[in-house]
Nanobody, 117 residues
Framework: QVQLVESGGGLVQPGGSLRLSCAAS????????LGWYRQAPGKQRDLVAGMFTDGGSTNYADSVKGRFTIFRDNAKNTVYLEMNSLKPEDTAVYYCNARNRWHSNFWGQGTQVTVSS
C-alpha cells in the first residue's frame, strides 16, 4: 500500500504560480510511476504530468507543456508540480497518483487549484 498526501493548492491570479506537493509513504520502493492528474467540474480526470521513477523520464499534457514541471525529492519521498503562467482553464482539483510494479494505482485526497482574478 502507498499513502499520498497533497498540499499547496489555493487561489491564484492568472499568470501566477503555485507549487503542489505530494508526500508518499508506505511501500514506496514499489512505485514505478508518479503522476499529477486534474479534474474540473463535469469533466473526466486527466493526466497533467508524470514521471517514471526508474530513469526519471517525464511526460506532460500538451496544454501544460512549457508551463508545468514535475520533479521529486527522494530524500523527502515527495513529488512536486511546479505550475507557472497559470490560466483560468487550469482550475480543477489536482490529484497525486502513484502506480506500483503490480499496476495498482493509489490516489491522494486532491487539492483545489483556482485561477481567477
Amino acid at each position: 500500500q502507498v499513502q499520498l498526501v497533497e498540499s499547496g493548492g489555493g487561489l491564484v491570479q492568472p499568470g501566477g504560480s503555485l507549487r503542489l506537493s505530494c508526500a508518499a509513504s508506505g511501500s514506496i520502493f514499489s512505485i514505478t510511476y508518479l503522476g499529477w492528474y486534474r479534474q474540473a467540474p463535469g469533466k473526466q480526470r486527466d493526466l497533467v504530468a508524470g514521471m517514471f521513477t526508474d530513469g526519471g523520464s517525464t511526460n506532460y499534457a500538451d496544454s501544460v507543456k512549457g508551463r508545468f514541471t514535475i520533479f521529486r525529492d527522494n530524500a523527502k519521498n515527495t513529488v512536486y508540480l511546479e505550475m507557472n503562467s497559470l490560466k483560468p482553464e487550469d482550475t480543477a482539483v489536482y490529484y497525486c497518483n502513484a502506480r506500483n510494479r503490480w499496476h495498482s494505482n493509489f490516489w491522494g485526497q486532491g487539492t483545489q487549484v483556482t485561477v481567477s482574478s
